[in-house]
């Protein structure tokens, strides 16, 4: 199984041992920057109300009792959803899609 990150790293044909901030992702893929601060803060916030959701690092379990060393950090988790996002993944922020495709008109 191949995470959101994982496909956008490799359809763009970038390193997937570097970070790529919020600004250089927007470069990439030509989504706005303030659509994907909000993704992000979407993802914290996500982090913070649905903990149960958030996965054990390297994995794809999530619902467990590990501690919260064994999953993954805030940023972690809403840099996740922003990779989701860029892989067009449609579970979440649909209103950030549509709002997105305006402004690109």
């Not at 600004?23 to 913070?48: D, F, N």
């Not at 922003?82 to 402004?103: A, G, V, W």
């Amino acid at each position: 199984m191949t995470t959101h990150r994982e496909r956008f790293l490799k359809k763009h044909n970038l390193d997937a041992k570097k970070h790529y901030s919020i600004k250089e992702l927007s470069q990439i893929s030509g989504t706005p920057v303030s659509i994907l601060t909000e993704v992000h803060s979407r993802g914290l916030g996500a982090y913070h109300t649905q903990y149960s959701s958030v996965r054990t690092k390297g994995t794809f379990i999530k619902g467990t009792n590990a501690p919260p060393s064994m999953k993954l950090s805030p940023s972690q988790w809403a840099f996740a959803r922003i990779y989701s996002y860029l892989d067009h993944n449609p579970k979440h922020d649909t209103d950030l899609r549509k709002k997105e495709r305006e402004m690109k008109k």
